[in-house]
Antibody, heavy 119, light 109 residues
C-alpha cells in the first residue's frame, strides 16, 4: 500500500522560501506511470493544485504559481519536493502531496502539513 | 481556465438522499472524480471516472455525469457522511489541467 508523508518547517517568514518534502513508501517513485503532485488548501477554503512531476523530471505547474514554484524529484530517496519562493501570508495553507496518473484522480494523499507564513 | 461550480451547502436528513452537483462547460465530455473531506481530515476519493467507487467506499455513494452537470448522490445518508465534497476534472485543453470544484458542505440534520 502506497503511503505519502509530507515534512518540512511549519513556520516560514514572509519573503522567504517554503520548502517541503514528500516521502513515498510502499512503491518506487520511479516505477513509472504516475505523477506526483502538490496540492494546498487555504484555511477554510477549497483545494488548489500547485503542480506535479513525473519520475523523469518533467514538471507541470499551476499558471498562477508557475513563476514561484519549483518541484523536484529524488528517486534515490523516493522523495519529491516543493519550493515556493517569496511567500506571503496568503501562502498560509495545508500542503498535501498526492499521486495521480495523467488525467486521473489523486490517490493516495499525504496527511498534509500546515505551513504558516508569519514573521 | 476551466471552472467547476458547486453549491456551497446541502442539508439532508438522515436516511434521505443528498445530491451534490458540479457544473462545468460540457463536463459530460470529461471524467469527474469526487472527494470527501471530513473536518480536519485528508480528502478521500469516493467516486472516480464519473461512476466508479474505490474499494471500501459504500454503494450508497454513486455518481453521474451528463451535459453541463455531474452529480454525486449519497443515498440513505448517515451522520458520518457530514463532510465537504469536491469534484475534480482534468482539463487537457488548458494549461491548468487539474481543476477542483468549489466544494460543497453536506450537513446532516
Amino acid at each position: 500500500q502506497v503511503q505519502l508523508q509530507e515534512s518540512g518547517p511549519g513556520l516560514v517568514k514572509p519573503s522567504e522560501t517554503l520548502s517541503l518534502t514528500c516521502t513515498v513508501s510502499g512503491d518506487s517513485i520511479s516505477s513509472g506511470g504516475y505523477f506526483w503532485s502538490w496540492i494546498r488548501q487555504h484555511p477554510g477554503k477549497g483545494l488548489e493544485w500547485i503542480g506535479n512531476i513525473f519520475y523523469s523530471g518533467s514538471t507541470y505547474y499551476n499558471p498562477s504559481l508557475r513563476s514561484l514554484v519549483i518541484i523536484s524529484i529524488d528517486t534515490s530517496k523516493n522523495q519529491f519536493s516543493l519550493k515556493l519562493s517569496s511567500v506571503t501570508a496568503a501562502d498560509t495553507a495545508v500542503y498535501y502531496c498526492a499521486r495521480s496518473k495523467v488525467g486521473r484522480w489523486f490517490d493516495p494523499w499525504g496527511q498534509g502539513t500546515l505551513v504558516t507564513v508569519s514573521s | 481556465s476551466y471552472v467547476l461550480t458547486q453549491p456551497p451547502s446541502v442539508s439532508v436528513a438522515p436516511g434521505q438522499t443528498a445530491r451534490i452537483t458540479c457544473g462545468g462547460n460540457n463536463i459530460g465530455t470529461k471524467s469527474v472524480h469526487w472527494y470527501q473531506q471530513k473536518a480536519g481530515q485528508v480528502p478521500v476519493l469516493v467516486v472516480y471516472d464519473d461512476t466508479d467507487r474505490p474499494s471500501g467506499i459504500p454503494e450508497r455513494f454513486s455518481g453521474s455525469n451528463s451535459g453541463n452537470t455531474a452529480t454525486l448522490t449519497i443515498s440513505r445518508v448517515e451522520a458520518g457522511d457530514e463532510a465537504d465534497y469536491y469534484c475534480q476534472v482534468w482539463d487537457s485543453s488548458g494549461d491548468h489541467p487539474y481543476v477542483f470544484g468549489t466544494g460543497t458542505k453536506v450537513t446532516v440534520l
